[in-house]
């Protein structure tokens, strides 16, 4: 049996986590839904993002992470594929937000230029991870002394603060673009601004403490273990509902036979 890869994990992390697995299952759905029926670039992305994220999450939840070490006897397995999953499905939000903010003018590139972005990270982040696990270490702020993993984490949150900050202001202009026309639309990616906030938060909150542990004043770890997660969560939620919205306005529009509003000159 491998060593316990769930000692720094709060009760409410397994009360966050799995109540957002099972939104991520309901919102995966619906978007798959969409995507067969309206097959863009932006519709294939999210769903693609939706169900990579739900399987992150789902290996986030304390229980499950201990059960995939047990089973495949590698210890913080779960916690690897969980930030792979993070670094994928936020590609994926990129790549909706790119297809719907320039639509097919330099599209290609634009993709280009975030997938080579993640998979630098991820290829950085792989061979670190090699390097510092082992029995006893954990990918988590409460190992801020082991430099490897303090410098894994570092380079994860980098990413997912870089890429909340793009989606903030992306979505927050395709929340203007879409009203009055699209209601349903606008709010929904006010609600994905709100997320895409609170996750340069949870970014900012675990980088921010490994680099005062790193200058030697770091505060308590334990305000840190409790903060990070309830961060998460909240984004994680706001944008299952910010981004799941423009989808009821598409299946309302369907159900009620309202024409498509035309596109904003």
């Known amino acids: 049996m491998s060593t316990s890869t769930t000692a720094s994990s709060t009760p409410w992390d397994g009360v966050i986590f799995g109540s957002v697995t099972l939104l991520g299952a309901v919102v995966t759905t619906l978007c798959l839904i969409r995507a067969r029926r309206t097959p863009t670039v932006a519709n294939r992305s999210i769903t693609a993002a939706f169900g990579i ?46 297809d719907i903010a320039y639509g ?21 982040m792989i061979p670190l991870w090699l390097s510092a696990n082992g029995p006893g270490v954990e990918f988590t702020t409460a190992h801020a002394h082991d430099v490897k993993v303090r410098i894994y984490l570092l380079l994860y949150l980098v990413y997912v603060f870089a890429t909340c900050t793009e989606l903030t202001f992306q979505c927050a202009l395709a929340s ?21 906030i609170f996750g340069m938060g949870y970014a900012a909150s675990k980088a921010s403490y490994l680099v005062a542990y790193t200058m030697g004043s770091p505060w308590e770890l334990r305000v840190e273990e409790r903060l990070s997660p309830l961060l998460s969560g909240i984004s994680i939620l706001f944008l299952f509902v910010g981004l799941t919205l423009p989808v009821f306005g598409w299946l309302l529009r369907k159900i009620l036979k309202r024409p498509e509003p035309a596109p904003r000159a």
């Open 53 to 98: 994220c739900t399987l992150g999450v789902f290996f986030a939840v304390p229980a499950i992470a201990q059960a995939a070490a047990d089973i495949t006897g590698i210890d913080n397995i779960a916690k690897l594929i969980a930030h792979i999953c993070a670094v994928l499905w936020s590609a994926g939000l990129q790549f909706t937000m790119v």
């Open 104 to 124: 097919p003018y330099g599209l290609r590139t634009r993709l280009y230029q975030r997938a080579t972005f993640a998979g630098a990270i991820l290829m950085a």
């Open 176 to 196: 203007r673009d879409n009203w009055p026309e699209r209601p349903w639309s606008s709010f929904g990616y006010g609600s994905s601004t709100i997320a895409a």
